[in-house]
C-alpha cells in the first residue's frame, strides 16, 4: 500500500486473523537477522564495563545479507565457533591520543563490506584522553526469539480495516462527530459527512457515542477479512524482505505441520 | 549513563538520533518538533530522547582532570 524508506504499510483482504497473526509472529521471532553476538575485549579502559559495551555493540543493528550467510545451526560447518559463511567478525581500535573522543559505530571495522551498521552515528562510548578500546566482535545471524537482538523489526502490528457507515437519512450533518475524531477522520462537505481519510479510523467509537440522533446516524464497524499490516524495519533488512521471509517461514512450517499428521494417521 | 542504543519498549534505533537532537534542543528550537523531524513518532521513542541525561559526560570529566595532573606533575618534575 504505501511504503517509506523502513516503515512499511499493507492492505491484506482475503485472510483471517490467525493467518495474519502468524504472519505478525513470523516477523518477530523467526525472520534470521545479523546481530552482534560474542565480543572479545583486548583491552578496555573506559568507564563503561566491557559487558555494557558488549551489549551496545549486540544492540547495533547490522545490514544483513541472507543470501550468502547461514545460521549457525544450520550450517554445514557444525563448529561452535563457525566459519566464515555462517559468522562475521567486526573489530575496533580507538584510543583518545589528544582529548575526549566519541566512539562511533562507523568505526567498527568489517571484515565483509556488506555487513556493517546500519547507521555511523551511534556513540558507542565516551573515551577521556589515555583511555583505550580494543575488542574484537562476532555477528551472527539469530532470531527474534532467542534475542530481541535480532528482530528485524521494531514494531509489527495489524488492525481491522474499519467500514464507516453513515446513514444519509436521520444525519443532519451537525459536526460534532467531526470534532470530537481524535484521528480527523471524517470531514464535513456542505450538508453531508464525509470520510476523510478511513485508514487513520482507530475504531474508538467516540464520533457514534457523540451523535445526538437515537440511534446514532454513524456506524462504525470493520471488515471481517481485511486488515492493515504495518511493518517497521530496523534497517538490518529491507521491508519487502522481511515479509518475503515471513511468508516462506510459514510456509516451511505448514508443510511441516502437515507431515506430522499424515505420520499419525498411519 | 550514555544514550543507550535502542527504545527500552519497540527497539527504535535512536542512539544515532541523540547528538543532533541534543544540538537542536541546546539551540533553542522546540523538543517535540526536532523530534518530529527526526521521524520519532511513537512516544515510546521519544521519551527516551526527551528525559536523557548525559551522565557519562560529568564522569569523564574526573578523568580528564587526573591526567592534566599528571601532565603538570611530569612538568614540574622535568624542571
Ligand atoms: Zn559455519
Ligand atoms: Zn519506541
Redesign the pocket.
Known sequence: MEKDGNTMRLLIKGVDTPFINALRRNVLAEVPCMAIDEVVIIENSSVLHDEIIAHRLGLIPLKTDLDSYNLPEECSCKSEFGCNLCRVTLTLDKEAKDGTITVYSGELISENPNIVPVSDAIPIVKLAKGQKLRLEAYARLGRGKDHAKWQPV?TCTYKYLPRINIDAESCDACGKCVEICPRKVLAKKGDKIEVRDLLACSLCQDCADVCPKEPPAIKIGWEENAFIFGLESTGALPPERIMIEAVKILKKQLKEFASQIEVQKA | MIIPVR?F??G?LIGDKWEEFARRVKTGEDAGEVLDSLGIK?Y??RR?LLSHVEIIDEVLRFYEEAEKRKEARSYYYQQ
Open positions: 521494531s | 527504545c519498549t519497540c527504535k511513537r515510546c521513542c527516551m
